[in-house]
């Protein structure tokens, strides 16, 4: 947050805390769409106003970058941290372990491009998806 300080924090924290919502209510694959849903019917209940509304639900919806990427800072912020954090929360083993070696790595790889929304944490992030990609190739299928 320091390096951009025009993010708005309340429409960021509500999106870090609302992005994954619809994990509880969907699959997985369609999880961002649940969780822009359930975003949009909560905020409503708080009487957010209208435009924060929007605000929150697109970074929702865009956190997976994938069938709507990422447009305003929060959502980029959002979409960058979310991908960042699964270099350090062990799904890439689970993954592996589980014996999906070939979607771990398809996750490593989409997670690295997604960092890379910011330059300067997907250098930092560099050596990690590194270190991650050879401890995948070499886990026993
Ligand atoms: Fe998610």
């Not at 025009?6 to 209510?25: C, F, V, Y």
């Amino acid at each position: 947050m320091k390096d951009y300080p025009k993010a708005d924090k309340e429409i960021l924290l509500l999106s870090i805390w609302l992005h994954d919502i619809g994990h509880a209510l969907s699959n997985h694959a369609d999880h961002h769409i649940k969780s822009e849903e359930e975003a949009r019917r909560f905020l409503k209940t708080i009487k957010l106003n209208s435009k924060k509304i929007e605000k929150v639900a697109h970074c929702v919806r865009a956190h997976r970058c994938r069938d709507v990427k990422p447009e305003t800072i929060e959502a980029k912020i959002l979409a960058a941290a979310d991908s960042a954090s699964h270099f350090t929360d062990g799904c890439y083993m689970d993954m592996a372990m589980s014996g999906i070696k070939k979607l771990a790595l398809e996750k490593l790889d989409r997670d690295y491009r997604d960092v890379g929304i910011f330059p300067k944490l997907k250098k930092e992030i560099t050596p990690i998806y590194k270190a991650w990609k050879n401890l995948i190739k070499v886990y026993p299928n």
